[in-house]
């Protein structure tokens, strides 16, 4: 195993999932590639009519709250850029846009050994159940894909 493709979101489960990358990383002698998608913020009108100019602003609005997502999305991968450096392991991190399981799957298309994802149970009667992009991870990756819960 020499590639590790690890999805986080900055929660919990996510940074106990880079910490179980981390040991397979270290005893396979792997490389790990931390990455997080940024899902494009939209922002509905519900009024009668709305003019250009006001469809502009919307658009204009759209765009400074997807570019400060980035800009966050990019601080939480330094931080856990961090943890991984510790450790002496080759890391690369990206931040995407769009949806988050065609972004995880398409970056696994080019050429990973493993995807360590975790799942989110959002209540109790879903705990039993993936969440939605790991169970599309699962189902349609192209190379091994390990679920961790909480």
């Known amino acids: 195993m020499k590639k590790i493709l690890v999805p986080v979101d900055g929660s919990e489960l996510s ?3 880079l910490d179980l990358a981390l040991d397979l990383a270290k005893a396979q002698e792997s490389q ?3 990455l997080t998608v ?3 913020e939209t922002l509905h009108y519900y009024g009668e009519f709305i ?3 006001q469809s502009k602003e919307i658009v204009d609005a759209q765009r400074t709250m997807h ?3 980035k800009k966050n999305a990019t601080k939480m991968l330094d931080a856990l850029a961090k ?3 510790e450790s002496n392991i080759t890391l690369e991190k990206f931040v995407k846009s769009g949806n988050p399981a065609e972004q995880i799957l398409a970056m696994a298309e080019s050429g990973y050994d493993l995807i360590v994802i975790g799942n989110r149970g ?3 009667a879903k705990k039993f159940f993936l969440g939605s992009v790991s169970q599309r991870v699962l189902a ?3 190379c091994p894909v390990l679920v961790a819960r909480k």
């Open 67 to 69: 570019e400060e997502s």
């Open 15 to 17: 940074l106990n999932v």
């Open 32 to 34: 790990i590639t931390l």
């Open 140 to 142: 349609e990756a192209n």
């Open 51 to 53: 003019n250009f100019e």
């Open 83 to 85: 943890k991984v450096e």
């Open 38 to 40: 940024v899902v494009p």
């Open 122 to 124: 959002f209540s109790p």
